[in-house]
């Protein structure tokens, strides 16, 4: 929503709107601010959103599996691994690492939700839910796919997810942080070991989930 209000020439004034408590001086002065509602939900990635999205550093990833016992998934991302592909649709690089719950998880049953928040002065948080899919090597949507990003050997697939439902709320309760770099141990791990090596530790941790539910159809190398 949007707020406007005039403050007038009077000592100690105090007006209030909504939850907002302004106090002025002997000033008159006017303010127009766009205060966020709380929980506000979109038909689509306007450009508001698409802008905060593509300045952040870091996103979190949400996924489940169907069984009441299973494991439920939770994620964070980094790099330059974000694309928003039109106002419904996104997707994200996936990096091979020492678990597949995510695309396990949407292999089985497709539930997918992206969290952005806002870790400078202006706090926001805007929630992605959808449904996604798996694009691993070899399958044919992954030349195009692939071609938004910049791939390399880690890069075990890619995972698009059309969107139902985008909300943000306030982020007040998100405490505020520097950016100060990305971490170099990807790069040094890729540089250590051959595609050989890249597949052995694929077949050892990618292949299946915690929960025993197929992962990668194959090592992606």
């Known amino acids: 929503m949007r707020v406007d209000y005039v403050l007038f020439k009077t000592p100690a004034a105090i007006i209030r709107c909504g939850q ?6 002997f000033r008159i002065a006017a303010i127009s601010r766009r205060v966020p509602a709380m929980g506000k939900q979109y038909q689509e990635l306007d450009d508001r959103l698409q802008d905060f999205i593509r300045r952040q550093r870091m996103f979190f990833v949400g996924s489940a599996p169907l ?3 299973g494991h439920i998934n939770l994620s964070p991302k980094g790099f330059d691994t974000f694309r928003i592909l039109d106002s419904r649709t996104v997707a994200y690089l996936d990096y ?21 928040c806002s870790f400078d002065k202006a706090p ?9 899919e798996v694009i691993e090597r070899g ?10 990003f910049q791939v ?13 439902r985008i909300t943000d709320s306030c982020g007040w309760g998100v405490p505020m942080f520097n ?43």
């Open 124 to 132: 926001l948080i805007v929630r992605l839910h959808g449904t996604g």
């Open 67 to 69: 069984e009441a016992d």
């Open 152 to 164: 390399n050997r880690l890069a075990r697939s890619i995972i698009r997810v059309s969107l139902d």
């Open 179 to 221: 950016y100060v770099g990305e971490r170099d141990q990807f790069a040094g791990y890729e540089a250590r070991k051959d595609d050989d090596g890249l597949r052995h530790n694929q077949k050892r941790w990618n292949l299946k989930s915690i929960d025993g539910l197929p992962g990668l159809s194959k090592p992606s190398l």
């Open 96 to 116: 091979m690492g020492s678990g597949v719950e995510s695309i396990a998880h949407l292999k089985q049953n497709g539930r997918f939700v992206i969290l952005f």
């Open 20 to 25: 907002f408590r302004i106090a002025s001086d």
């Open 139 to 148: 399958d044919s949507a992954w030349e195009a796919l692939a071609a938004e």
